[in-house]
């Protein structure tokens, strides 16, 4: 049995029914679980109890991430990163020179451009990536996730032309008849699925490794493909997963679903679908349209029967439902289909960026989960210009989720967002203050404290599965970060600085930039 003592510090143990924090100055773990948290520790642990000096640093519990994309996020280590690309010249200045590292015909792939950011006022287009890279394929997809744009090869290599129809739940942009390059939901797979992939099991790795840098400990991993998921087994049965992965299938996986061993470190747990698309792109689905946009109200990516026949399918398999929902005409019908039917499955909204008081009070009546990603409050810097300042009073509506009884998970949904969990508490206490987000005019009343926001990124991830996960309470799993300062003491500008020193998943030192625990000694 290993034992291991954590001394000299301040212990976060969770949150009481006041959501007031529990500190402890000792804890002990035995065979990776909590079994003793207060003072003396290592008395209590015997003969080969090794120790954990805090030297007074904060360890809080392991942090969670509630809806990610890991295939995505260790895939765009490889990408061209253009999250702060301010112009089209420049975007293409980048592709230019990613083209000059390659030979003839090897894929470009980038993410994380924002045409809200270009100078020029305009969408990118494939005559500009033509201009950059005539001899390479290329594709760039929006920091959405939710539209891209590839250059005439790429779309060639697809076979898509003037004359293809666009594909069910997708748009192919035209101007005066002729294809853009602007890609946008299920179009973008078009090219997409032509494109050379990475090897799933080695981006996972570099997934896993940039995680636990940053304290995380659990994901709820989303959209989870039948190749991801065969990697994840396959690095799950060599012992190769060094967090608690929950997995959220696609449709298409779930009988693969069921071959899958279970383990502490991997379990699929849901079904993910995706209702419509994203505010940036403007295919969120809006029960009014867009303000910047009169004649466009968004893409209705599901249709009911669809999305009752997906139900019945998680009803079957055992699996919780998580429904992508951005605007408030996709989460009106989501509500509606759950509602319609007597339904054995949990289901849980993903996003729920706009949620007016009417879809409140549904939500509260069928008891709805919800995991949101507060870093797109400063990302959507232009919602208000997208959607007007009165609908824009219950946009990122934390506080009214909250005040619903609610359970409000936070989350990155990397790579769209930065997977730094202290990016998010940032962004939801802030509300984009400092960066002059109008958001943060329209709704002050909507930031929630750090203490609402840590309880976020620990214990809600955890209870919107009922898992014994997100604490430090004895018998817990021994899941803690160790942080270089108090975030509870810190004023709020500093709070996205907040470094994680060292990260422990069962007890086992998984990422660390100081000493390991040494072995106790008697005086």
Sequence with gaps: MTTLAVVGGKILEGFDERGEPIWHEGMLVEDGRVTYLGPHPVERGGPGVRVLDLDGRVVLPGLADAHIHLLGLGASASMLDLRNVESIEELKRLVAERAAELEEGEWILGRGWDQERFKEGKWPTR??????APLNPVLLIRVCGHVAVANSLALRLAGITSSTPDPPGGVIDREEGRITGILRESAISLVAD???EAPARRALERAFKSLVSAGITSVHAMSVSVRELRALAELSAEGAVPIRVRAYVVPEAVSEA??????????????????????????????????????NCGLLLLDRGRLKAIIRLAERAGLQLAAHAIGDRALEELLSAVRAGEWDVSVRVEHASLTPPDLLSEMEELGLGVAAQPRFIISDWWIVRRLGAERCKWVYAFRSILSRGLILAFSSDAPVEPHSPWEG???????????GVELAKVSPGEVVTVKEAIYAYTEAPARLLGEKLGRLSTGYPADFVILDGDPFETPPPRLRRMR????????????????????????
Excluded at 271 to 292: I, N
Excluded at 425 to 435: C, K
Excluded at 500 to 522: F, I
Aim: aromatic share 10%; hydrophobic share 35%.
């Design 127 to 132: 005559w500009d990536l033509d201009e950059a």
């Design 194 to 196: 032509k494109a050379r």
């Design 258 to 295: 069921q071959l899958v061993s279970e383990s502490p470190y991997l379990k699929v747990v849901g079904l993910k679908v995706v209702m419509d698309g994203s505010f940036g792109a403007r295919t969120a689905a809006l029960r009014e349209p867009y303000s910047d946009d009169p004649d």
């Design 425 to 435: 508490v940032y962004a939801a206490t802030t509300r984009g203050r400092y960066e």
């Design 500 to 523: 994680v020193l060292e990260t422990y998943v069962g007890g086992v030192r998984v990422w660390g930039s100081a000493s390991p625990p040494r072995p106790h000694t008697s005086a």
